[in-house]
């Protein structure tokens, strides 16, 4: 936790995001995601408020920063250009063990090879997604890793529509706003506190961004 913290917190990153969020920066999450080389695993075309609660809202913007090549050989992710402007789209779940996603889950919609614009980046570049563009990655059918940071920042001044507890972590600015419980940051690599907190921050969550489903549902694999 406290290395995801770092990589969230670097200046460059950050400098970024402010441009695009403004002055007050809140981190909602952090994860790495990682697809072994020669596999089959998938992430399907999907947008990422439709399981958040809250709402389709501008606030919020994902950060995907490439720690090896994320290439369309190792599964680099594919968007769908101008699909922010869309509403949240109905998804259906498959949860099929081949697909990253918790509850495999996918728009109702086929998404033609053509209208996908690849996301390819070299190791150490980032791109930034809106939560409501639809996006997806194929297998890595490489010889090499491809590793992936995800980080997504959240304006301090979203609410959420049913006002249920959720967490972030002051970075920039003012996030005092009675939105969020804020966080410190971690403590230590593995530190007891740090990790009672991730207990109750994922519970909390997987509540929200499992809700309605009715296969087994696994918030992280």
């Known amino acids: 936790m406290a290395l995801a913290y770092e990589i969230a917190a670097h200046s460059a990153i950050l400098d970024v995001v402010e441009g695009i969020l403004g002055p007050d920066v809140l981190l909602y999450s952090t994860d790495f995601l990682i697809k072994e080389p020669r596999t089959k ?3 399907t075309m999907h947008q990422d408020l439709a399981y958040w609660g809250l709402g389709e809202i501008d606030g919020i913007l994902t950060a995907w920063l490439a720690l090896s090549p994320a290439t369309p050989e190792s599964g680099c992710m594919d968007f769908v250009k101008g699909s922010h402007k869309n509403t949240i789209i109905s998804h259906q779940d498959s949860f099929d063990e081949l697909n990253h996603l918790s509850r495999g889950q996918e728009i109702k919609v086929d998404v033609a090879e053509e209208d996908k614009s690849s996301g390819a980046l070299a190791t150490g570049e980032i ?3 809106h939560g409501l563009m639809i996006h997806g990655s194929g297998a ?3 010889d090499d890793r491809r590793i992936g ?9 979203v609410k ?3 006002n249920a507890p959720d967490y972030g972590v002051p970075m920039r600015g003012n996030c005092d706003t009675g939105n969020f419980t804020l966080c410190d940051a971690p403590k230590g690599l593995i530190h007891p506190e740090d990790l009672l907190l991730y207990e109750e921050i994922r519970t909390e969550q997987a509540n ?14």
Not at 208 to 221: D, F, H, L, N, T
């Open 160 to 162: 959420k529509p049913n």
């Open 41 to 43: 695993n998938v992430v």
């Open 208 to 221: 929200v961004m499992m809700a309605g489903a009715e296969g087994k549902a696994e918030m992280y694999r």
């Open 149 to 157: 940071v995800v980080m997504r920042f959240l304006s301090p001044h």
């Open 140 to 142: 890595n059918i490489s």
């Open 127 to 129: 791109s930034r997604h």
